[in-house]
């Protein structure tokens, strides 16, 4: 239905779909029983668009249709070659409708459009990268003089339920979509119920590049009724789950009476540690960049910036004022840095650790709603200083453009303080002694540290955190492991 605020800033994309609905061998369909959700669009609030409801009933649908393209279909039989061309037939079209995909994307989610544009090519790029990987795969064989030939016998493993969050929604799809079904497997997709309209593009990328019914499925709804029963369903062997680490842990639970594989990216509180010795330019610029961009909805968000005490003034003199300037604006706007945030929950959420802050902290930047915009999920980028390390701002993930900044005097203290939280996802260095650098990152709690760097990586490298922050480690040929069987074979000589 007509939606004033968009009509009148000009941004609501043309030809919107009419309802959402699941996609399950093929078809698109509505839920059985025909339950739907509201989607709201972060600007207005409005409601845009129903979505599917999937209920037990859907979610079993999805995952026969799934089983039966494993156990009888093409899909797990084809050589990896085979398998390689239709994900780089995938990656093609994903680029060639990248603008498309990026003005959904910030529409539904309130993501910069620019930055939207960069996660559909990212997005892209996985299907790339792991139809590359998948013929270039190697296993290993040991020959025991005399006794034996072991060898491995690499195989995909049946139904995989992907469930993920919202922030990044397509691109973090593609992270998971694109090593399950390159491996031979295939797939039940429940995406995150606050942005499901990116989502809805996949069933027709996948058919014009030849991917046979059934391997992909999908099943919106909501997380404790569709991603509950995707978790709780018994010919579901594998659930790769990317969100909150405390969904993360009743997920655990649910999935235990099964044993079955788990591989879990969960949340973070990334410290940025700078020392008095590091380029502060470039250390300014990156930690303003860790926190603001994406809207700071971002799992790998520095959001605690710890600074040694000799430059301390300095860098938050400087942070503060640069924090300023960071554009805040429409998500369609071209020029703007962080937009709206995803849903006026998460807004509510995040505000409210906005007003904690100022008790904990001293306020200086932001700490309210952009001037202008008095409608929405916007939020002013928020910049916290002389933050205590048991302040709750600290040590709680608040995933939104909100940064608390603490000084340290000491390498031994800075490493307690960036360690001093239930996680462990990233961490930031930034310093010019070499030793310390080297000595710190690998002291760090952090499942990936970035040395004097923006936050960049490349796909063959690890991705994962250790303590709460997620379980196992996927990327390169750690996502081939997670989604195959390594069978050994020993034949006597
Ligand atoms: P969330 O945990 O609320 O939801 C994630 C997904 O899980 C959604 O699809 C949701 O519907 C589903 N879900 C919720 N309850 C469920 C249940 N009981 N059973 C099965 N599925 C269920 O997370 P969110 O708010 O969508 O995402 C933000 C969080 O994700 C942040 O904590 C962020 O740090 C984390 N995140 C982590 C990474 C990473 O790689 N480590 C990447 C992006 C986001």
Same mark, same amino acid.
């Given at each position: 239905?007509?939606?004033?605020?968009?009509?009148?800033?000009?941004?609501?994309?043309? %030809?919107?779909?009419?309802?959402?609905?699941?996609?399950?061998?093929?078809?698109?369909?509505?839920?059985?029983?025909?339950?739907?959700?509201?989607?709201?669009?972060?600007?207005?609030?409005?409601?845009?668009?129903?979505?599917?409801?999937?209920?037990?009933?859907?979610? /079993?649908?999805?995952?026969?249709? *799934?089983?039966?393209?494993?156990?009888?279909?093409?899909?797990?039989?084809?050589?990896?070659?085979?398998?390689?061309?239709?994900?780089?037939?995938?990656?093609?079209?994903?680029?060639? &409708?990248?603008?498309?995909?990026?003005?959904?994307?910030?529409?539904?989610?309130?993501?910069?459009?620019?930055?939207?544009?960069?996660?559909?090519?990212?997005?892209?790029?996985?299907? &790339?990268?792991?139809?590359?990987?998948?013929?270039?795969?190697?296993?290993?064989?040991?020959?025991?003089?005399?006794?034996?030939?072991?060898?491995?016998?690499?195989?995909?493993?049946?139904?995989?339920?992907?469930?993920?969050?919202?922030?990044?929604?397509?691109?973090?799809?593609?992270?998971?979509?694109?090593?399950?079904?390159?491996?031979?497997?295939?797939?039940?997709?429940?995406?995150?119920?606050?942005?499901?309209?990116?989502?809805?593009?996949?069933?027709?990328?996948?058919?014009?590049?030849?991917?046979?019914?059934?391997? #992909?499925?999908?099943?919106?709804?909501?997380?404790?009724?569709?991603?509950?029963?995707?978790?709780?369903?018994?010919?579901?062997?594998?659930?790769? +789950?990317?969100?909150?680490?405390?969904?993360?842990?009743?997920? +655990?639970?649910?999935?235990?009476?099964?044993?079955?594989?788990?591989?879990?990216?969960?949340?973070?509180?990334?410290?940025?540690?700078? @020392?008095?010795?590091? /380029?502060?330019?470039?250390?300014?610029?990156?930690?303003? +960049?860790?926190?603001?961009?994406?809207?700071?909805?971002?799992?790998?968000?520095?959001?605690?910036?710890?600074?040694?005490?000799?430059?301390?003034?300095?860098?938050?003199?400087?942070?503060?004022?640069?924090?300023?300037?960071?554009?805040?604006?429409?998500?369609?706007?071209?020029?703007?840095?962080?937009?709206?945030?995803?849903?006026?929950?998460?807004?509510?959420?995040?505000?409210?650790?906005?007003?904690?802050?100022?008790?904990?902290?001293?306020?200086?930047?932001?700490?309210?709603?952009?001037?202008?915009? %008095?409608?929405?999920? @916007?939020? *002013?980028?928020?910049? #916290?200083?002389?933050?205590?390390?048991?302040? &709750?701002? #600290?040590?709680?993930?608040?995933?939104?453009?909100?940064?608390?900044?603490?000084?340290?005097?000491?390498?031994?203290?800075?490493?307690?303080?960036?360690?001093?939280?239930?996680?462990?996802?990233?961490?930031?260095?930034?310093?010019?002694?070499?030793?310390?650098?080297?000595? @710190?990152?690998?002291?760090?709690?952090?499942?990936?540290?970035?040395?004097?760097?923006?936050?960049?990586?490349?796909?063959?490298?690890?991705?994962?955190?250790?303590?709460?922050?997620?379980?196992?480690?996927?990327?390169?040929?750690?996502?081939?492991?997670?989604?195959?069987?390594?069978?050994?074979?020993?034949?006597?000589?």
């Amino acid at each position: 239905r007509p939606n004033a605020r968009h009509d009148q800033a000009g941004h609501r994309p043309a %030809d919107l779909p009419a309802t959402i609905q699941h996609y399950i061998d093929g078809q698109l369909v509505d839920s059985l029983g025909g339950e739907t959700f509201d989607v709201l669009d972060p600007v207005s609030n409005e409601t845009y668009v129903q979505a599917a409801a999937g209920q037990q009933g859907d979610v /079993d649908a999805a995952v026969a249709a *799934a089983r039966r393209a494993f156990t009888d279909g093409p899909w797990p039989r084809m050589l990896p070659r085979e398998r390689s061309r239709v994900l780089h037939k995938i990656a093609d079209i994903v680029e060639s &409708r990248g603008d498309r995909l990026a003005e959904l994307e910030s529409f539904d989610s309130g993501l910069p459009i620019t930055q939207a544009l960069g996660q559909a090519r990212r997005a892209a790029e996985n299907f &790339r990268f792991f139809a590359d990987l998948i013929v270039a795969q190697a296993d290993d064989t040991y020959k025991v003089p005399g006794r034996q030939i072991n060898y491995v016998n690499r195989k995909p493993i049946g139904v995989a339920g992907l469930i993920t969050p919202w922030n990044t929604p397509f691109m973090l799809e593609s992270w998971k979509l694109a090593p399950a079904i390159a491996t031979g497997n295939t797939v039940v997709l429940k995406p995150a119920e606050f942005t499901p309209l990116s989502a809805s593009l996949w069933a027709g990328i996948f058919e014009e590049a030849g991917l046979p019914a059934g391997v #992909f499925n999908l099943v919106n709804g909501l997380g404790e009724e569709a991603g509950d029963a995707l978790v709780k369903h018994p010919d579901v062997p594998l659930i790769s +789950f990317t969100g909150e680490s405390s969904t993360g842990q009743l997920i +655990f639970g649910n999935a235990a009476p099964y044993l079955k594989g788990l591989s879990m990216e969960l949340g973070g509180k990334s410290p940025a540690v700078v @020392f008095a010795d590091a /380029d502060l330019d470039a250390a300014i610029d990156a930690t303003i +960049f860790g926190v603001f961009s994406l809207n700071g909805e971002r799992c790998t968000a520095g959001s605690r910036i710890l600074v040694e005490r000799p430059v301390y003034d300095e860098f938050v003199e400087r942070y503060a004022a640069q924090a300023a300037r960071v554009r805040v604006g429409y998500p369609h706007d071209p020029e703007t840095e962080v937009g709206a945030l995803v849903h006026p929950e998460h807004y509510e959420k995040v505000m409210g650790y906005v007003e904690l802050g100022k008790t904990e902290g001293r306020l200086v930047a932001g700490g309210g709603r952009p001037e202008g915009f %008095d409608f929405g999920n @916007f939020v *002013a980028p928020t910049v #916290f200083a002389d933050v205590a390390p048991d302040a &709750r701002i #600290f040590t709680e993930e608040i995933f939104g453009p909100v940064v608390a900044i603490t000084p340290f005097d000491t390498e031994a203290e800075a490493l307690e303080l960036a360690n001093g939280t239930r996680y462990g996802l990233a961490a930031y260095v930034w310093t010019n002694d070499l030793k310390r650098a080297h000595n @710190f990152s690998q002291a760090v709690e952090a499942g990936m540290v970035w040395l004097n760097s923006n936050n960049v990586r490349d796909l063959r490298t690890p991705f994962g955190g250790v303590k709460a922050s997620g379980l196992g480690h996927e990327g390169g040929y750690r996502s081939i492991d997670f989604y195959t069987d390594s069978q050994a074979v020993h034949i006597t000589l």
